[in-house]
C-alpha cells in the first residue's frame, strides 16, 4: 500500500537560513509525489510536484524539492527561510494502485517555525 | 481564473442530523475530490468525481455521499451526523483526465462542528 511519512512533527529555523522539511514514501510503481503547504484557517496551496524528470524541482515562493529514489524521499527545501514561511507543511503521494484516479495520500503534515 | 469555492465556510450541525456540502472546482477543472482534516486522523480522501462518475471511494462509513454535477460542480452529504464527523471538510479540482500528474488545488474548506 502507498503511504507517506514526515518524521518531524515540528521544524524550528532562524530566518535568513536554510530549511529542510523531511518526506519519505513507499508506493509499489512509479512516484508521483506532491507538496503542499497550509496557513491557519485556510485550504492547502499546491507548491511543487515531481512527475518524472530532473531530481531537482523548482517551485512556489522559492521552495524547492530534491527527489531521491534510492532513499525514497523527497525532501521539501528553501535556501533562506522567511518568517513567513511559518506553516503546515504536507508531502502526498498519488494512488498508483488505483488508475486513472487524482486521490492523494496524504504525511501527517510538519509545523515550520520560523523565528526573526 | 477564480478558485475552488465552497459553502458553507462553517456550519453547526446537531448529532443525527444531516449536512450538505458544495464545491465549485475552478473553471475548466472536470474532476473533483474531498478530504475530511482532524487533527488526529490527518488529511483523509473521501471520495473522488470526474464527469459525474465516482471515480473512486475513500473508508468511510455509507453515510457520507457525494455528486457531481454536470457543470462540474459537487456536492457531499453526510447523515445521521456523529460527533466525530466535526472536521475541516476539503474540496480539490484538477483538470486533468488522468488524474495522477495533475496537482490538485484546493478550496478553503468548510468546517463542520457537530454538537
Known amino acids: 500500500a502507498q503511504s507517506v511519512a514526515q518524521p518531524e512533527d515540528q521544524v524550528n529555523v532562524a530566518e535568513g537560513n536554510p530549511l529542510t522539511v523531511k518526506c519519505t514514501y513507499s508506493v509499489s510503481g512509479n512516484p508521483y509525489l506532491f507538496w503542499y503547504v497550509q496557513y491557519p484557517n485556510r485550504g492547502l496551496q499546491f507548491l511543487l510536484k515531481?512527475?518524472?524528470?530532473?531530481?531537482l524541482v523548482k517551485g512556489s515562493y522559492g521552495f524547492e524539492a530534491e527527489f531521491n529514489k534510492s532513499q525514497t524521499s523527497f525532501h521539501l527545501k528553501k535556501p533562506s527561510a522567511l518568517v513567513s514561511d511559518s506553516a503546515l507543511y504536507f508531502c502526498a503521494v498519488r494512488d498508483g494502485g488505483s488508475s486513472n484516479t487524482g486521490k492523494l495520500i496524504f504525511g501527517q503534515g510538519t509545523t515550520l517555525q520560523v523565528k526573526p | 481564473k477564480a478558485g475552488v469555492t465552497q459553502t458553507p465556510r462553517y456550519l453547526i450541525k446537531t448529532r443525527g442530523q444531516q449536512v450538505t456540502l458544495s464545491c465549485s472546482p475552478i473553471?475548466?477543472?472536470?474532476?473533483v475530490s474531498w478530504y475530511q482534516q482532524t487533527p488526529g486522523q490527518g488529511l483523509q480522501f473521501l471520495f473522488e468525481y470526474f464527469s459525474e462518475t465516482q471515480r473512486n471511494k475513500g473508508n468511510f462509513p455509507g453515510r457520507f455521499s457525494g455528486r457531481q454535477f454536470s457543470n462540474s460542480r459537487s456536492e457531499m452529504n453526510v447523515s445521521t451526523l456523529e460527533l466525530g464527523d466535526s472536521a475541516l471538510y476539503l474540496c480539490?479540482?484538477?483538470?486533468?483526465?488522468?488524474?495522477?500528474?495533475?496537482?490538485?488545488?484546493f478550496g478553503p474548506g468548510t468546517r463542520l462542528t457537530v454538537t
Open positions: 473553471s475548466g477543472h472536470r474532476s
Open positions: 480539490a479540482s484538477s483538470s486533468g483526465a488522468g488524474g495522477y500528474s495533475y496537482e490538485q488545488y
Open positions: 515531481y512527475i518524472t524528470g530532473d531530481n
